[in-house]
């Protein structure tokens, strides 16, 4: 997972939730079987992002935090047919947290995990 220790500038991660969107969008036109797993890809995408903030990739677990919450009030305290209300919840607070990934700058010189990214759409992994 050599992928997880670098850093990721704001234009590719960007991208990537751009990509990311797109497919979850074009697999539910596909039907309710066409599933991806959304969390593993959003690691990938998230974590080299915290890391270019300053942050430990543990930070997303708060996403999955949120997700799991979610659910959780939705399906207690709502009847069945409206427990899609806590969940509609925590997607826009997951939607708010990859809002504020993408609009922070990330810290200018070297930090814990590398060297500052370059400008542009990068792809490599950390060395």
Known sequence: MQYLKGRMNR?????????????VVALNFLGPKARIPGEVILVFVCVPR???IGLSGWYFL??????ILGLAVGFTLFPADQALIGIGIAAFLIALLLL?????PGEVGPNAWG?????GLQFKPAK
Request: negative net charge; charged residues 10%.
């Open 11 to 23: 234009a590719t991660y960007w991208l990537c939730v751009g990509l990311f969107v797109a497919l």
């Open 62 to 67: 708060i996403g999955i935090a949120v997700e």
């Open 50 to 52: 915290l890391h270019d």
């Open 100 to 104: 504020w990934l993408g609009v922070r």
């Open 115 to 119: 060297d500052p990214p370059g400008p």
